[in-house]
């Protein structure tokens, strides 16, 4: 049940991006979800691959390349759900962080109760 509250969540996160970010369109919340739902996938799936190919340049970023790594996995989660279009990198960056941030205050928020 608690990942589904998650899912939730995090859908909503992806909605709150939509309306505040000029290069991410999604067509509604069914839509949000199934990114959710497919961005937790890569985030399982492929981030972790990516982390572990790209650990010198993180490690000499100290540690600021994850964030192009979660705009990259954000990105590819558009080109798999249609619906959930993001105009390029710059848009995809800074939807990442943002989805990233509402999601954790709303998953606190929760997690109060």
């Not at 961005?39 to 190919?53: A, T």
């Amino acid at each position: 049940m608690n990942w589904l509250i998650r899912l939730f969540l995090t859908g909503f996160s992806l909605i709150i991006a939509d309306w505040l970010l000029a290069g991410i369109t999604i067509s509604g919340f069914g839509t949000a979800l199934i990114a959710a739902l497919i961005l937790g996938l890569v985030n399982m799936i492929v981030r972790p691959i990516l982390v572990f190919f790209t650990l010198p340049l993180t490690i000499m970023s100290l540690g600021l390349f994850l964030l192009v790594i979660n705009a990259l996995t954000y990105w590819f989660t558009s080109a798999l759900v249609p619906g959930f279009d993001i105009t390029g990198f710059w848009a995809a960056f800074f939807g990442a962080i943002l989805t990233t941030v509402v999601s954790s205050i709303l998953n606190a928020m929760v997690r109060e109760r």
